[in-house]
């Protein structure tokens, strides 16, 4: 964090050539080779991914320059500069300006101590050279560099954009530019913070902290591919996990940092601990690999064990929470911390025996379906409010995060929805208010119950809070919080990418066939869109979503990969005619009508490419 100091002066010119005398050095000593199990690095190497110029340098004081370079990012400054030998260049990273134009380390210096985010290099003179750091990385938009011999162009400095690199997987464009600049904004966040893990930020803490990796998970997912990279977090998870009580600490690789709500300071909140168990069955899920679970089963098991022991009478009362919502105007928090943390004990145990079943465990399986069940009951006897017809007044993440879940009983199910919507629509004006660990249940839920629109008109805010509020401030990354007070780069809540590749795309899953084996097409037309582009690269190969419209008429082009096949939604007038390739579709050869009703048409398909045409039905256009 602190950065790296290079007096050029010392280096030793052809010191690994041949015939290099290096007699006055002392000779190498053998030490003992490490312990433990040698094992390959299967995840892709942090390297050096792409080079940025900067868009412009400024001198807000004699001999202070601040270069831009239009893109917050991870990485560092490649310096070139030729000056007098022992002239020392300082060289500064960080994402804000004060309004003098000088830099602004603050929301990313805090938690650290001493030197943050400095590079120094000391010139041996001669000649023009060119240096970057090798031991270190940071996370910024601007560089203010001191002590150069002279003014410098925009050529003295470059960025190197630093990440684990792993490979595109997915596109996501569409007829909203904000929508497209947020997209664009999650894509950096994103790949700023995988360096060998996922982390919370790319300068302060860079930690794994785990709810910030599984918040933003299935957007990483549908950007990139990564199956290895996760694959190597759940090893990390493991070793963390405390041998003979099954507790995970919120920050994996543990750093021995105490963590919040736990007085043993490492068997943390259950929001955060869970992701041992959710990531596991999420990767199950999208890439169809049963591994996951194989190789992971007792740590999910072990866990939410751990959780159960330290409940009372199924209630779980330490964690952190749904954190970073939006404050009301009373109280800084409406979703009561015990709700968020027992709910995820349910989540738990319900995939440990839903995992328990695909792995052959019939007694572990019906086990862990009794206590999920108990957890219910006492989730609805502790949190469920009848006069309310849900959870928590205020909170939106006490009505999503249980419906997401399976949590909410069926009978209830309708009521509590209409609580997250009227609390949507009225009480906060058709803005977010969730944190990091209720956001991505917001809108799934909302998309899922067919309030597409609500989702939409919730990330086309512009004002705060909202992903558009953090555009229009001027961010090129997301946010740590709704207010943009700290960090600017934080992954959490660049889940929204996720809804447009799901929602708006339409591309997904089934989940009784993992992997796309079969997959679901079901595009939400909604709002002032008129284009949505969306392709995602499955295990099985591409697939492609792309629709347009032109008032109430709608045209849907599908590719499906080999060794496959895909259920259709289309939100069509049930009145209307259904046309592919200019042909009534339930009479075109490969395409199965499975169901016309008042709500859309909906076919399967096998694999290759398909253009819907249709008439947009009144359900849809709100």
């Not at 053998?30 to 094992?39: D, E, F, H, I, T």
């Not at 249980?402 to 906060?428: C, H, K, Q, S």
């Not at 660990?437 to 917001?442: A, E, K």
């Not at 697939?543 to 032109?550: A, L, M, P, V």
Request: glycine content about 10%; overall charge neutral.
């Amino acid at each position: 964090r602190g950065g790296e100091t290079y007096d050029a002066r010392r280096e030793l010119n052809g010191w690994a050539a041949e015939g290099f005398d290096d007699r006055t050095w002392r000779q190498a000593q053998a030490l003992s080779s490490p312990k433990g199990q040698r094992v390959p690095q299967r995840l892709p190497p942090i390297k050096i991914n792409q080079t940025l110029k900067p868009v412009k340098v400024s001198e807000p004081r004699p001999g202070v320059y601040v270069f831009d370079f239009g893109q917050n990012f991870s990485g560092w400054a490649r310096l070139s500069v030729s000056g007098p030998a022992g002239a020392a260049i300082r060289m500064k990273y960080g994402e804000r300006l004060w309004e003098d134009g000088t830099l602004n380390q603050t929301g990313i210096n805090n938690y650290t101590e001493g030197r943050f985010q400095t590079d120094e290099y000391i010139l041996k003179g001669g000649g023009t050279e060119a240096w970057e750091p090798r031991f270190c990385y940071h996370s910024f938009r601007y560089v203010e560099v001191t002590g150069l011999p002279g003014p410098p162009s925009l050529d003295s400095l470059l960025g190197r954009v630093v990440y684990s690199s792993v490979e595109p997987a997915g596109s996501f464009v569409c007829s909203n530019d904000l929508l497209n600049q947020i997209q664009k904004a999650c894509v950096w966040t994103l790949i700023s913070n995988i360096h060998s893990i996922p982390q919370d930020c790319p300068h302060r803490e860079k930690m794994g902290w785990m709810a910030d990796g599984l918040a933003s998970s299935t957007a990483a997912i549908f950007n990139f591919n990564m199956s290895e990279f996760y694959r190597k977090w759940l090893d990390d998870m493991r070793d963390a996990q405390t041998p003979g009580h099954g507790g995970m600490p919120s920050i994996v690789p543990w750093s021995g940092w105490e963590s919040a709500g736990d007085p043993g300071g490492k068997h943390a909140c259950p929001c955060w601990g869970s992701t041992c168990v959710i990531l596991p069955w999420k990767l199950y899920r999208q890439y169809g690999d049963t591994q996951f679970l194989a190789n992971n089963y007792a740590m999910m098991r072990d866990y939410t064990d751990s959780l159960e022991k330290r409940s009372q009478d199924h209630v779980i009362s330490f964690g952190l929470g749904d954190w970073l919502e939006v404050g009301s105007l009373s109280r800084p928090s409406r979703t009561p911390m015990p709700l968020t943390s027992t709910a995820y004990l349910f989540y738990d145990a319900s995939l440990v025996s839903r995992a328990a079943a695909l792995l052959g465990k019939p007694d572990e399986e019906n086990k862990y379906q009794v206590l999920a069940t108990d957890v219910q009951s006492a989730f609805q006897k502790n949190f469920f409010q009848p006069s309310l017809s849900g959870y928590a007044r205020e909170s939106q993440t006490a009505q999503a995060l249980p419906l997401a879940i399976g949590l909410v009983p069926a009978n209830l199910r309708e009521a509590v929805f209409g609580t997250l919507v009227t609390n949507v629509t009225v009480a906060r004006k058709n803005h977010i208010s969730s944190g990091i660990v209720g956001t991505p249940y917001v809108l799934d839920i909302l998309t899922q119950n067919g309030r597409a629109d609500l989702a939409y008109a919730m990330v086309s805010q512009t004002d705060s809070p909202g992903w558009g509020d953090m555009i229009r401030r001027g961010n090129t990354t997301i946010s740590e919080d709704w207010g943009g007070v700290m960090s600017l780069n934080h992954p959490a809540l660049s889940c929204v990418s996720a809804w447009f590749y799901q929602a708006l795309a339409g591309i997904n899953s089934d989940p009784d066939f993992p992997g796309f084996k079969r997959i679901v097409i079901s595009p939400q037309v909604v709002g002032d869109l008129t284009f949505v582009k969306g392709s995602y690269q499955s295990v099985y190969g591409l697939i492609r979503s792309e629709w347009s419209r032109n008032g109430s008429q709608v045209e849907l082009h599908i590719e499906i990969p080999a060794n496959t096949e895909a259920d259709v939604f289309l939100p069509a007038d049930a009145s209307q005619p259904v046309m592919e390739g200019g042909r009534p579709a339930d009479k075109v050869a490969g395409v199965s009508l499975v169901s016309r009703r008042e709500s859309g048409f909906t076919c399967r398909v096998g694999s290759g490419t398909y253009n819907f045409t249709f008439t947009l039905n009144r359900v849809a256009v709100k």
